[in-house]
């Protein structure tokens, strides 16, 4: 029970910090219901269809939609959707962490040390997730009928615990996959590893509802098995024997990574390369590289920054592959032809592409912007900065540094990605303006700083709850840009978000006054954590 | 006159409850190697990241080679060379590229020194930083500080982890370094590492500089073990030896008797009253002796500072 409580202690923040993302994002999509839906059920059917058919569109991403007309069906689709991949990402930031950042910082060595054997240490971090997403899940459902409430309804209590089991099983099976494959690999490709294969699990289920092909392989996905219940909607069901097979799949991949990790050494992968015998090396690397600013830390990212390019770019090809998949059956259904003229503008694959693809793009680009700040508050709290700043260098100048090395590293993804976007159009035939391609992929740019500017005044203030503080704006910004015009918000609270800002530029152009405000909050951002971080002592 | 390589006046970091800091002054002199003596928690790593910066006092000034620690921050460390307690994680990196990447920040670095110094230490710089023990990870810290040939080194209890052939080099190249004409202020709570290479001591508790004192001086301070043996049948005046001003941890076995004495031997002889000494041994102190004497927590701070 220590251990499980010490693994709770370690992962606390994760819990509050999920617990609220689960419930904002199920009590706001509650509300957007009854605020969208009409209040006569005529209204909400007519609703109903009308979404019914574009989600049934999207079904090559998303899971397919049901009774759209209640709060039920609704917040299935438009907040577990999303929730099942933000709980799948906290599953790999946590177990990563559990796997190999504790190691890396010794606390593994000490638990070991106490006379914690391996296999109970481990099983202590996954009872302790599975506690803690269970919580954060209920924390959703709560949302969801503190909703209902609003909306002068009730939900009742029963679907919403199996939502919040679901959930939860969803999560601790990724959780022990994630463990699984960090005791395979060496520690620094532990991360960038298993949530490449998380990825590939998630997509493998998705693209097998479109492409028949996957059909077979799909029981492969814990995915699979979580979209086989729908419990929220009136009518939906809660498959057991699926959840069991996810807490199976937890149990066994847990099983199997305990048994990796009681037979490698710690710090090392099971399956790792013996170093080739070499002679001891005396000199300093000669590489030019190093002695060139911006240059040197970008080099020292190269790992990450070439995985999130080759990421981001896969993505956006796959994006632009699905294009016509899901547009052209869209535009044969007349009543949203009429829609999309309506809100559409340009040629349609163009502005299909600006809507989804650069909206995702945005997304991934925020998540780009967080991990770099995080570095920086690592960098703060284990001493980097410190022995940085024991070199005839100012605290300007480390600032200033770090806001052009992420401009580098933002640039070289939003350039590889729009350059695979343009060569994957060119290959499906889809005609896309090179200049607007080009303007809506270096808006990436000054959209990744805005966070980045956030993130460097609270990582000068407050280094150690950067991420989280960062990850929450990052979520309200971009539920700003959802219930904006759901509720008919004034422009200028629909402008505090960055996602808002960005505009619409590969249908449009550039949205200077949007542009505009980017640059200003990027350098005022800046500017003011350059004092802030004179004034702060480091490492404190 | 030159100026002090090192000069605080009042210099004060009050993290409240007592912790911190408080009205530091101290000179260290060019050229000379200041050891910085205390336990755990005493001050000795606030007091040397206000000297480098990283931290503002809350009150009182630094100031090294006559430029301030805070306002001149990037021309004080053009001069410095510095150790952290703790090297920082530098992940997958290899200590050639730490080098590389650090020496590239101060702009410039001499590679024959830096493996001048690696050869010395027998630290493989082809390594990642991950696979370096704590001891490699120190050597790394004294390759970083002592790459630039820097006019001053700080360096925050260096030896923690080396073995003691490494250590011993490690004196060594402290002393080579102060004789081609550098100051080294060293922090330590190891007596004998500033046994080893220190011309001046100060010793910090509870956040305030107890004493400075030169080496000479605290191995001058009055604290001797002493061992006396009485012929047999003699009566041994313990009472007596007990009250002795200046007497403690006085343990009598058999016909011997051992105890410790602060100041003047008189009161101890007075107490014997003619009693028939047969041996008798006084034992010179170790720094170690001395420090645990006048530094036990229980200890006034007045007593070492007299």
């Not at chain 1, 632009?320 to 044969?332: A, D, F, G």
């Not at chain 2, 700080?154 to 370094?177: A, K, M």
């Amino acid at each position: 029970m220590t251990a499980i409580r010490l693994a709770l202690r370690l992962g606390q923040w994760g819990l509050i910090g999920f617990a609220i993302v689960g419930f904002i994002a199920t009590f706001i999509n509650a509300v957007a219901f009854y605020a969208v839906a009409g209040h006569t059920q005529a209204e909400r059917e007519a609703f109903a269809k009308s979404f019914s058919q574009i989600a049934a569109q999207l079904t090559v991403l998303l899971p397919p939609a049901m009774r759209l007309d209640t709060v039920g069906g609704y917040v299935q689709y438009r907040a577990y959707g999303s929730l099942v991949i933000v709980f799948s990402i906290w599953a790999l930031a946590s177990a990563s962490g559990a796997a190999r950042g504790n190691e890396e910082r010794g606390l593994v060595e000490v638990i070991l040390a106490s006379g914690l054997s391996r296999v109970r240490a481990l099983a202590a971090h996954v009872a302790a997730f599975a506690i803690a997403s269970f919580v954060a899940a209920l924390a959703a459902s709560a949302g969801l009928m503190v909703g209902a409430i609003a909306g002068q309804e009730s939900f009742p209590i029963g679907p919403a615990i199996e939502a919040a089991v679901l959930l939860a099983a969803i999560a601790v099976s990724c959780y022990s996959l994630v463990l699984l494959v960090a005791q395979l690999v060496a520690p620094r490709m532990a991360t960038g590893i298993a949530g490449a294969v998380l990825l590939a699990l998630f997509l493998l289920n998705s693209l097998s509802r479109t492409f028949d092909s996957l059909h077979t392989l799909r029981w492969l996905s814990p995915f699979r098995y979580y979209e086989l219940s729908t419990p929220l909607p009136p009518g939906g069901n809660f498959d057991v024997t699926a959840t069991l097979v996810l807490v199976g799949i937890a149990i066994v991949a847990g099983g199997l990574a305990a048994l990796a990790f009681q037979k490698r050494d710690l710090g090392s992968a099971l399956f790792a390369l013996r170093a080739s015998a070499r002679p001891p090396t005396y000199e300093p690397s000669r590489a030019l590289v190093w002695r060139i600013p911006i240059v040197r830390d970008v080099y020292d990212r190269r790992l990450g920054l070439a995985t999130w390019a080759v990421g981001v770019s896969a993505i956006a090809a796959l994006f632009v592959v699905l294009t016509k998949t899901i547009v052209q059956p869209l535009l044969s259904i007349p009543g949203l032809a009429a829609y999309f003229a309506a809100i559409l503008h340009g040629p349609i694959y163009q502005s299909f592409l600006s809507s989804l693809w650069f909206g995702v793009a945005q997304l991934l680009m925020a998540g780009f912007a967080i991990t770099q700040v995080g570095r920086w508050s690592a960098e703060d709290t284990d001493g980097r900065l410190d022995l940085i700043l024991s070199n005839p260098v100012s605290r300007t100048r480390v600032v200033v540094e770090r806001a052009l090395v992420l401009a580098l590293g933002a640039l070289i993804i939003a350039a590889v990605s729009g350059v695979a976007v343009g060569l994957e159009s060119h290959y499906q035939s889809i005609d896309l303006d090179g200049g607007r391609l080009a303007q809506a992929s270096l808006m990436l740019v000054p959209f990744t700083l805005v966070f980045a500017a956030v993130g460097a005044l609270l990582a000068a203030r407050l280094p150690r709850a950067t991420v989280g503080i960062l990850g929450i704006f990052a979520f309200a910004s971009y539920l700003m840009l959802q219930i904006g015009p759901l509720f008919k918000l004034p422009d200028w609270v629909q402008n505090l978000s960055a996602f808002k800002l960005y505009g619409q530029p590969l249908t449009e152009g550039i949205d200077r006054t949007g542009l505009a405000i980017m640059l200003a909050i990027v350098l005022v951002g800046f500017w003011t954590s350059a004092i802030v971080m004179q004034r702060r002592d480091v490492g404190a | 006159m030159p100026v002090a390589a090192i000069q605080t006046s009042k210099l004060s970091k009050d993290y409240g409850l007592g912790h911190g800091l408080f009205d530091l002054d101290l000179t260290v002199s060019p050229q000379e190697v200041f050891g910085f003596l205390g336990p755990n928690g005493a001050g000795k790593s606030t007091a040397i990241r206000c000297l480098m910066g990283m931290i503002r006092p809350t009150f009182g000034s630094a100031h090294i080679f006559g430029l301030d620690c805070l306002r001149d921050s990037v021309a004080v460390k053009r001069k410095v060379g510095y150790m952290p307690g703790d090297m920082p994680q530098f992940g997958s990196l290899r200590g050639r590229e730490v080098v590389a990447y650090l020496g590239g920040l101060r702009g410039t670095i001499d590679p024959a020194l830096v493996q001048k110094i690696a050869e010395r230490f027998d630290l493989d710089l082809g390594r990642r930083f991950r696979e370096y023990s704590s001891g490699n990870k120190k050597k790394l810290g004294i390759v970083l500080a002592f790459m630039h040939k820097p006019d001053l080194l700080i360096l925050d209890e260096p030896t923690g982890g080396l073995d003691p052939l490494n250590q011993q080099e490690f004196y060594r190249l402290v002393n080579e370094t102060r004789e081609a004409g550098a100051t080294i202020f060293l922090s330590s709570h190891i007596l004998s590492e500033v046994e080893h290479v220190c011309d001046r001591v100060g010793i910090i508790r509870s956040g305030r500089l107890v004493k400075v004192a030169e080496l000479d001086e605290i191995h001058r301070f009055h604290v001797h073990r002493m061992e006396l043996e009485f012929a047999p049948g003699t009566e041994i005046p313990e009472a007596a030896i007990r009250s002795a001003a200046g007497v403690e941890d006085v343990v009598v076995e058999d016909s011997k008797v051992t105890c410790t004495v602060k100041g003047t031997f008189e009161p101890l002889l007075k107490a014997l009253n003619g009693a028939t000494v047969t041996n008798l041994a006084s034992h010179e102190p170790s720094l170690e002796e001395v420090f645990l004497t006048y530094y036990r927590p229980d200890a006034p701070t007045e007593a070492i500072a007299r």
